[in-house]
């Protein structure tokens, strides 16, 4: 097993004595103790986040940021490059993200913080890691918003054409390089729910409810009526382009499936977090993976593959070619107006808690960490995430948004599921509210070292998100690749010399005996040795 060094807290202060200076390459992997983690759950600077959220709410968040995203505004690129079997395609995505859910599902409820894959790898991984995983979840979670609020502003044309007959001029409906100068309602969508976050966290989550129970409806609603306009010729060939466009549309599809993890970044304001985290995480990912499916397949039944291309409001077209009516997909429009907004709320959300963890951390800005003491919100870092994110989906074509995402979100999760291998070899015997299956079956390894057979999930849901990776297009990883860049210019240049682990001279919250946390509030884990 490796070897683990925890530095004591010095006696009578919980202050350890002045250190040596650590080399880079020590500073770069030291780890944050889960204890400590932990400890300081819900702590930012000048107040505290509030525990309000109990399972319920959980799982309506992670359904808010995932229901909807793929249904009602990806569509229209995958079914091009699946052709039917984009059935398959969300089938796909789906297990992939499943491996993935076990390792979130087990961390959430042994670390349950609002750092989600940042938190867990800053615990096992190291700094540097974290950091990455941290900078790939600004992309993963601030671009999807840009992305989901584009299509917003589709569905309310489509409301707007149905009931007044007007619509948005395409100038002010669609970003540069989609024939328009500025995308006006993407900016909308996000300033009003950057409204309904500001009131905090517990009535964000309640409007969030209601609109999650107008989005499943209108999905029904849709399934009910498109079912009368199935034609079996519709799903033949069913498989036009072979597997490469299944795969390929899996990869872009795996976007749709980014808000399961949503539920971790409430870990600090959820009132059971080791309990209903996990059990939220794996209710949403069979709610909505069931959903996608259902209307995938009765969508290209009801309309030749062919003609989803292009098309950003699919299913409101659907619904008009069946019923020869304007009505229904006028109300299926009001309802993805509805579903897009919560997407775009819970998204929001998460985003504003990981940066909030960062910035507690040290590594950014603590104006990201201050919480208002009379609303327990961070105040600050919600204006800042959603003036970026509105100004960003007013200005940024749709396509090159998604496979973004998809990227900086698949190298997050296969980060997750190393962390989850890391800590059942190094902290075996720590506590777990939930565990991937077969851990209670353990396998004799060199060393003495027994580890939990199931560690074959997180290890088919890494290599399951690599081959995702490798799947995406030679722009997209460009594009990633000079992200990291930029956040590795922005680590060395500030967040490393700014970092509350440096020198283990933190000022952290105290624990029952005045040591800072099981811990200690200084306690930084060296990095490990083989």
Do not use: H
Not at 71 to 81: E, M, R
Not at 400 to 416: Q, R
């Amino acid at each position: 097993m490796l070897d683990q060094d925890t530095a004591p807290p010095a006696a009578g202060n919980g202050k350890r004595p002045p250190q040596p200076p650590a080399g880079t390459g020590s500073r770069l992997m030291r780890r944050k103790p889960v204890e400590r983690l932990v400890a300081e759950g819900g702590q930012g600077e000048g107040g505290t986040l509030r525990r309000s959220l109990g399972m319920w709410q959980l799982t309506m968040i992670s359904i808010g940021a995932t229901l909807g995203t793929g249904i009602f505004v990806v569509l229209g690129t995958a079914v091009p490059d699946a052709g039917p079997a984009v059935v398959i395609s969300f089938v796909l995505a789906g297990l992939t993200a499943l491996f993935s859910a076990l390792s979130y599902a087990e961390l959430a409820g042994t670390i349950p913080v609002s750092g989600s894959s940042y938190s867990y790898s800053y615990a096992t991984l190291g700094e540097i890691v974290a950091w990455i995983c941290g900078w790939c979840l600004i992309l993963e979670y601030g671009v999807s918003v840009a992305a989901v609020a584009v299509g917003w502003g589709q569905y309310l044309n489509e409301l707007l054409d149905g009931t007044i007959g007007v619509t948005i001029p395409a100038s002010l409906a669609n970003p540069p390089g989609d024939g328009g100068i500025f995308n006006v309602p993407a900016l909308l969508v996000v300033l009003l729910c950057m409204a309904f976050l500001l009131g905090g966290a517990k009535e964000s989550a309640r409007a969030n409810a209601i609109m999650v129970g107008v989005k499943i409806a209108a999905l029904l609603l849709f399934c009910a009526v498109a079912f009368t306009g199935i034609k079996a010729g519709n799903y033949s060939p069913f498989m036009p382009l072979g597997l490469a466009g299944v795969s390929n549309a899996g990869a872009s599809l795996f976007f749709s499936y980014i808000g399961f993890d949503a539920a971790s970044t409430a870990g600090e304001e959820a009132k059971n977090p080791k309990k209903d985290l996990p059990k939220a995480i794996m209710l949403s990912l069979l709610i909505v993976t069931a959903l996608y499916v259902l209307v995938a397949a009765i969508a290209v039944g009801a309309l030749p593959w062919k003609q989803f291309e292009g098309s950003e409001a699919a299913l409101a077209g659907i619904m008009k070619d069946v019923t020869g009516q304007s009505f229904w997909a006028v109300l299926l429009a009001a309802g993805a107006v509805i579903a897009i907004a919560s997407v775009v709320l819970t998204v929001l959300y998460g985003q504003t808690r990981i940066l909030f963890a960062m910035a507690r951390d040290g590594l950014i800005p603590k104006t990201f960490a201050k919480v208002s003491p009379r609303k327990g919100v961070p105040v600050a870092n919600t204006v800042i995430t959603c003036a970026f994110c509105g100004i960003l989906a007013a200005a940024v074509p749709l396509a090159e948004l998604a496979d973004a995402t998809s990227i900086g979100t698949l190298f997050a999760f296969a980060l997750v599921n190393v962390a989850v291998i890391v800590l059942a070899v190094k902290r075996p015997d720590m506590k777990r509210s939930f565990t991937v299956p077969l851990s209670g079956v353990r396998v004799p390894l060199p060393g003495g070292v027994r580890l939990r057979l199931g560690m074959i999930f997180p290890v088919i849901g890494f290599g399951l998100c690599l081959f995702m990776m490798y799947r995406l297009s030679t722009i997209t990883w460009e594009v990633f690749g000079a992200w990291l860049v930029v956040g590795l210019v922005i680590y060395f240049a500030y967040g490393m010399r700014n970092s509350r682990l440096n020198g283990g001279t933190d000022d952290g919250p105290a624990g029952p005996d005045g040591s800072g946390g099981p811990a200690g509030p200084d306690a930084v884990e060296a990095p490990a040795k083989g």
